[in-house]
């Protein structure tokens, strides 16, 4: 795995020649930091897709903006409900907007699909689609124990060991529906499809190449983590390292709640 720095040269010439080559690519990031959306538009740029898939844009906002192109940021928030989305602000996702003319593919899971996903598991929330992708068939005890330790821990330790279950099941439900969104835009446009995405479903490991290996074995996928000050969970093909950003303690909101 290829590891890259703070260097002012965000992506090198290496970087973008081995993104070019690939199909599909997946730009992870951490959500709230704005240089991992810096990283994303210069590899937009450099790449050219034919479509971009956001874990950030649902399935209608994404038909409102095929219908008709935002203008300015304030008409994006608008057509994309950004406000409402609980997204860290569009300001520093906009520039990626900008980048490409390519068509914008959404991939986010409504609430109430969540909701469902919560309540009677991610296959009934996929629905007719939920086999094809694996979501009927349990995880092998470690992969699930593990992902349940992850929760936790992303949780602050403060969730009941109850809910953990329904935590990945959660996960898992939107990295089918990205998968989902990114086959499609594949079979639509011919790709190459960028994908812009948390870290949790880049990694190589557990997330969306899980899913694509096992429904499109052809396809060349390239997978970009963005770590903070080194720090990052999972598989990538490559990984650019930011500094760490100044932020809460998002355990204070957990232990308030007690």
């Given at each position: ?9 965000l ?9 070019q080559?690939?199909d599909?690519?997946?730009?992870g990031?951490i959500h ?14 450099s790449?050219?897709?034919t ?18 192109a935002?203008t300015n940021p ?8 950004w ?14 907007f ?5 068509p914008?593919y ?10 469902a996903?919560?309540e ?6 996929l ?12 995880l ?11 929760q ?13 279950p ?5 996960q898992?439900?939107r ?23 948390g ?18 074995p052809?396809?060349?996928?390239f997978?970009l ?8 969970d999972?598989?990538?093909d490559?990984v ?7 932020r809460?303690d998002p355990?204070k ?6």
């Amino acid at each position: 795995m290829v590891r890259q720095g703070h260097s002012q040269e965000l992506l090198t010439a290496e970087l973008i020649a081995e993104m070019q080559s690939a199909d599909v690519v997946i730009l992870g990031e951490i959500h709230d930091n704005p240089r991992h959306h810096l990283v994303q538009t210069e590899a937009i740029k450099s790449l050219s897709p034919t479509a971009v898939v956001w874990e950030m844009v649902t399935e209608e906002g994404a038909q409102r903006l095929a219908q008709k192109a935002a203008t300015n940021p304030e008409e994006l928030s608008r057509m994309l409900r950004w406000a409402e989305s609980g997204w860290p602000p569009l300001s520093m996702y906009y520039p990626i907007f900008q980048a490409s003319n390519a068509p914008v593919y959404g991939a986010m899971v409504p609430r109430a699909a969540a909701r469902a996903a919560m309540e009677r598991g991610a296959a009934t929330a996929l629905g007719a689609d939920a086999a094809r992708y694996g979501l009927t068939v349990p995880l092998a005890p470690e992969d699930q124990a593990a992902r349940e330790a992850d929760q936790l821990a992303a949780h602050c330790d403060a969730i009941p060991a109850e809910d953990l279950p329904q935590m990945v099941a959660i996960q898992r439900l939107r990295d089918a529906v990205l998968t989902r969104s990114i086959l499609r835009a594949t079979e639509e446009t011919g790709g190459p499809v960028a994908v812009i995405t948390g870290n949790g479903h880049a990694r190589k490991d557990r997330g969306i190449p899980t899913f694509l290996t096992r429904l499109r074995p052809g396809l060349k996928v390239f997978v970009l983590g963005q770590s903070e000050d080194g720090v990052v969970d999972g598989e990538f093909d490559a990984v650019i390292d930011s500094p760490a950003v100044d932020r809460e303690d998002p355990c204070k909101a957990f232990e308030a709640q007690n």
